[in-house]
């Protein structure tokens, strides 16, 4: 059950529409999960964000920076992703990003392990570096003591944490939505 209407292409007024189609035609287009069911409306985070289109277009923007507007690997941003979907429980993110993970090179076991919150194993010292910050970020609300700081720093550098805390934030406000509307 979905607590907001859900709109069609048809239903929308002027700035809605010019929403819907920057989310339409954008990268997100060729990604690995439909972004419109097979009457036009839009799928999981995004029919909300027509509800109010300057909002919506800023956390689109922010969305659209994060996937594809950072250094970070695909790997990387996958493994983040799917550790602040299980963290936060949000079935619409892991199931997107569990395809996005794959296609990124992602293996059945560490999709598996990222899905039920353990350590995946990575044999890349930046991925691991990068998983268990994101983890830490997640699931401490952002509470990372001095030496863990300093660990993830030297292993990822300045630019990486900016863009890992950057993209927990924004998935962790995708996750809230997504339960909160019943996506």
Do not use: C
Request: no cysteine.
């Amino acid at each position: 059950m979905n607590r907001l209407s859900r709109l069609r292409p048809d239903e929308l007024d002027d700035e809605q529409a010019t929403l819907y189609a920057e989310i339409t035609a954008g990268p997100r287009a060729g990604g690995p999960f439909a972004l419109t069911d097979a009457e036009g409306r839009l799928e999981g985070p995004f029919n909300a964000m027509l509800f109010s289109p300057d909002l919506g277009r800023s956390l689109q923007d922010l969305g659209a920076a994060v996937r594809y507007r950072t250094e970070l690997t695909p790997r990387v941003r996958e493994i983040a992703v799917l550790v602040v979907a299980q963290v936060r429980d949000s079935a619409f993110e892991r199931q997107a990003h569990e395809r996005a993970g794959a296609a990124a090179g992602l293996t059945e076991d560490e999709l598996a392990a990222l899905r039920e919150g353990r350590d995946p194993r990575l044999g890349d010292a930046v991925e691991h570096a990068a998983w268990w910050f994101t983890r830490a970020l997640a699931r401490y609300n952002g509470t990372v003591d001095d030496v863990a700081y300093e660990a993830a720093r030297s292993a990822l550098g300045e630019r990486a944490l900016f863009e890992l805390s950057t993209l927990v934030g924004y998935y962790a406000t995708l996750a809230l939505q997504l339960r909160l509307f019943k996506v």
